[in-house]
């Protein structure tokens, strides 16, 4: 599996696992989504790109898992996958793909935003943490 679920006092987070940068967000995006709830095999599919200019790998991390919980709630899209991953400097590029939310999305818990709270990407040891608010 490339991510699990870590209970966490009040709150819940992932553990995530890949070998490059791209294979760590992307195992976090899925298991972000995995979190917030299954729209089903039949849903309808969409796509976004987003830039974003970061400081770190943690904070890339806590805004596009924030856009991902943001697009959750305004737009009703649930975004799974990476399509692109490029970074340049300080600047990312991904592309976005996901399923719009419909009567039968299968909530599991309900996100208010990532933290930085135990936040971790290691690289090295191809594994990271994220801690939710919910």
Same mark, same amino acid.
């Given at each position: $599996?490339?991510? +699990? &679920?870590? #209970? ?8 995530? !696992? ?6 760590? !967000?992307?195992?976090?995006? @899925? ?7 299954? =729209? ?5 599919? =969409? /796509?976004?790109?987003? #830039? ?8 890339? $991390? ?7 919980? *943001? =697009? ?9 996958? &990476?399509?692109?991953?490029?970074? #340049? /400097?300080? =600047?990312?590029?991904?592309?976005? +793909? ?17 933290? *930085?709270? @135990? &936040? ?15």
């Amino acid at each position: $599996m490339n991510f +699990e &679920i870590i #209970e966490h006092t009040g709150d819940v987070g992932i553990r995530y !696992f890949g070998s490059t940068i791209k294979e760590l !967000f992307s195992n976090a995006l @899925k298991g972000t989504a995995f979190v917030i709830g299954d =729209s089903g095999p039949n849903c309808s599919r =969409s /796509g976004t790109q987003l #830039e974003l200019q970061f400081t770190d790998y943690s904070d890339l $991390m806590v805004q596009l898992i924030g856009r991902i919980i *943001y =697009s959750f709630e305004v737009d009703e899209i649930l975004y799974d996958s &990476i399509t692109q991953f490029s970074l #340049e /400097g300080n =600047s990312a590029r991904i592309g976005l +793909e996901g399923c719009r939310v419909d009567d039968n999305f299968q909530y599991r818990y309900i996100l208010k935003a990532p933290t *930085y709270h @135990k &936040i971790e990407i290691n690289l090295e040891k191809g594994y990271g943490i994220q801690i939710f608010d919910i």
